[in-house]
């Protein structure tokens, strides 16, 4: 990859990028570390160096014309770490966690991503890493530790050519000459990567109307299809004012984990999957009806220097699987769900939303939030829970929208975002509740979460939960 202007910005960059630009609140994503040891500070500052150089290490710039997509260049400062002194009773690890996260991130001008540590009462570390969400998905969070944690070869993106001391002038130029030479041969550098992706999304954006015209010149003559009837609006509690997004983390033992789900038709995928639909449930949605859970996918590909690159299958998960405690069913859904993944259409094409102001995008009316989004992270590579020769023993996500309020978040219509994380032989499922609607604060939540876990735990398998 030759010049900085080709890592273009995804659609879901732009989108959460606009968010930091105040059309929604920012969403950042979270993964934390729990060391039984103290860590070395020094180690920690070499990972830093190493993520700064890395994927992470990124900034945001706008194309220079119009209809062209913005583009993400390489900037390896280190954000300065935020170590904690004072050494941290295990009730407070949650909202220690809440206020690292809490940091001021600008994938724009910088940073785009803080760390942060914090000593145990029990002799061991935390470590916090915060991501803005425009500038890596999970996947990408997780490539750029592993090759900062294993000291492997950065992926990094390039600097822009003014950066980068390139000189375009002829020898025995002027100095004037040359700067002259230089601005004039390195607009052209970038303008003539913009004109190609202009066209490239002007095409995108024809093909969209042309299958659109085709579409209605072969309806003509049918009946149009139904369309379903909107739900009743959900009525906000009287105390909605002091209202806040809470989560909670539940760690289990993975291999009874794999059992149950095996014993119970499925693995720990489509576990993971019927329990966010049981949990809406408990919520007082979708009560004798299909629940809506989207997944996440990743697209990444090795190499691959682009920030987001998840897309989103969307699975019905039945009212039957959740009596029966049966996840046959809800295995092949999901699979369906995956193979549908390909055919999906846009109402509109993401290149015309992307080229639109924000003037116009704050006009579009928001999607709704999905009723659960679960996010299966996966086993972690034993060098992402590696830190200067201390593996962690439990490793956890969590994604904050910072600033979240009441309006927003019924706006949207409240939702649950989990997160599934296998480190060694634990799990560890985070659960974070943007529901105004049911989940006033952590307490209800947690109720919530250990009261569906353990309709599974009590099917005969002990799963060793423990709610925090």
Known sequence: MSTTYDVRQTFADDMFLRRHRGLGSPVVNQFVWRFATPLPLDAVERFASALAHGSLGRRAAPAR????????YGDATVPAIAHRDEPLAEDDVRAWADRVA??????????????ATAPTDAGGTLMSLVVAHAAADGAAMVDAIVRAASQAAPLS???????????????????TDRGVARRVIGGLRGVVPDLR?????GREVAGWVADRVRAAVRSVGEEPPATAQPRAPRALPADVETWQPSWAVVELDAPAAEQMAADHGGTVNTWFVALAAGLVRRTGRFDGESVPVALPVSTREPEDLRGNTTRIARVQVEPTSARGRRLDGVRVACREAFAALGEAREPLPLALVQMMPDSVVRRLPAPPAAAAL???????????????????????AVAHQQGLDVAEAAASGGGLVLFLVRTGDRLALTVVACDPFAIRDRAVLADLV?????????????LGLRVW
């Open 65 to 72: 014309l119009p209809g062209a997509r913005g583009r993400w």
């Open 102 to 115: 809490s940091v001021d991130l600008d994938p724009a001008s910088g940073p785009a991503w803080r760390l």
């Open 157 to 175: 993106l390039p600097v822009p050519l003014q950066d980068a001391g390139v000189s375009w002038a002829a020898p025995g130029g002027s100095g």
């Open 197 to 201: 992706d202009a066209a490239g999304q």
């Open 374 to 396: 679960a996010s299966n992270v996966g086993a972690l590579p034993d060098a992402f829970a590696m830190i200067g020769g201390v593996r962690a023993e439990a490793v956890f």
């Open 450 to 462: 250990s009261a569906e876990a353990s309709t599974w735990e009590s099917a005969g398998h002990d």
